[in-house]
């Protein structure tokens, strides 16, 4: 079935450790994003991409980096800058067909740093 | 820059009754869409009705309708016939007709569903 696959679902790190968050679609589509969400907020958009080898920083990307080498893939890395990492993190992505621009959104990432 | 509001951060229904939530948001744009996303406890993100601003008429998908109020700039979702599998964090998100699939979010509201 096609759909957006994040992993892994839970994740717990150490002050002052980069990690990895991986966001892999087969929908084909063009444009995909990271979204953070914090208890009693929205979700906050970080980086989003619309095409290969090309993206833009959201909202909040400060303390964050991405990359799209593959159409499918687009990874975030927390890195140490970040200063309060601990949220839940939402990928999700936009086919070029979508006119409304309707997001399909995977499960989740639950990021814990100890 | 645009934002939503959603003034109700929980609301309780009974099974089989009606609940309305409510959104407003704030833009000077005259293109742009509207959407109301379900995040049950499961946490991913599903869309439940988008409306665009151009159209007049109110979008319904079975048991949930909005209203749009362009003027207003208010886009309320009612929920009739509510059960037990609505329970969820509901979120109203707004996106202008440039921005690509940059959707703006509310911080939600809290359904609550009780038998």
């Known amino acids: 079935d096609g759909g957006i696959t994040q992993s892994p679902k839970y994740l717990f790190r150490k002050e002052g450790q980069n990690v990895t968050l991986s966001c892999e679609q087969n929908?084909?589509?063009?444009?995909m994003y990271w979204y953070r969400q914090d208890p009693g907020q929205g979700l906050r958009l970080i980086y989003y991409?619309?095409?290969?080898?090309?993206?833009q920083k959201g909202d909040i990307a400060e303390g964050y980096s991405v990359s799209r080498e593959k159409k499918e893939s687009f990874p975030l890395t927390v890195t140490s800058a970040q200063k309060n990492p601990t949220a839940f993190y939402l990928c999700?992505?936009?086919?070029?067909?979508?006119?409304?621009?309707?997001?399909?959104f995977g499960e989740g990432s639950r990021l814990t740093v100890l | 820059a645009q934002t939503v509001t959603q003034s109700q951060p929980e609301m309780s229904v009974q099974e089989a009754e009606t609940v309305t939530l409510s959104c407003t948001y704030d833009t000077s744009e005259s293109d742009y869409y509207l959407f109301w996303y379900k995040q049950p406890p499961s946490r991913q993100m599903i869309l439940v009705i988008r409306?665009?601003?151009?159209?007049?008429q109110n979008a319904t998908e079975n048991r949930f309708s909005v209203n749009f109020q362009k003027a207003a700039k208010s886009f309320s979702l009612k929920i009739s016939d509510s059960q037990l599998g609505d329970a969820a964090m509901y979120f109203c998100a707004y996106r202008s007709g440039d921005s690509w699939g940059k959707l703006q979010f509310g911080a939600g509201t809290q359904v609550v569903v009780t038998p």
């Open positions: 999700a992505s936009r086919g070029s067909g979508s006119f409304s621009g309707e997001l399909f």
């Open positions: 991409s619309q095409i290969v080898n090309d993206f």
């Open positions: 929908l084909n589509h063009d444009a």
């Open positions: 409306q665009e601003a151009y159209k007049q």
